[in-house]
């Protein structure tokens, strides 16, 4: 059950999280660009809420010999999670927009999805899915800020670093467990 939807999720996610950029570009000529970054900015932010509900989930549920360990890394990540959720809240506010925090939908607006996931193993391959679906979606995010909007491009690049360090300690966990 691990494998399949490993590869076919990520591709369908990263698809959306593009067809959603390109029809920002097609809005820009009647809306401008605000209304985009809005959208956008409101992706991320269910991405990190998602995220922050998963990491917290296998945190407390995490068991087994190797658990403690990597039960204090969920925790870390969720609450970083809950940190870039903060933030791109505060950026969206900053461009007159409104940060969507409707439970309703968030599952649809996240570009990460919520797997909790039943050994210790699924966990970090779900959270590394997680990880690589929003590094994937982030890229595309600072690309399509640019220089029209360099504050949320440095924004969605500090927060990008943190996602691949995060990837970074799954691998490491998986590693160590494998
Ligand atoms: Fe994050
Ligand atoms: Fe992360």
Redesign the pocket.
Known sequence: MAEKPFLTDIKTLRERARKHIEDGAITEGYKGESETAIKILNEALAT?IV?VLR?RRHYFTASGINAEGVAAEFLQ?SN??QG?ADLIARRIVQLNGAPDFNPAGLVTRSHAEYVEGETLLDMIKE?LV??RI?IDSYREMITYFGNDDPTSRRLMEEILA??E???DDLVSLLEELG
Request: net charge negative.
């Open positions: 990190e995220c990491y990540h970083e999670e870039h959270d997680a990880e929003a943190v996602e360090e995060h990837a």
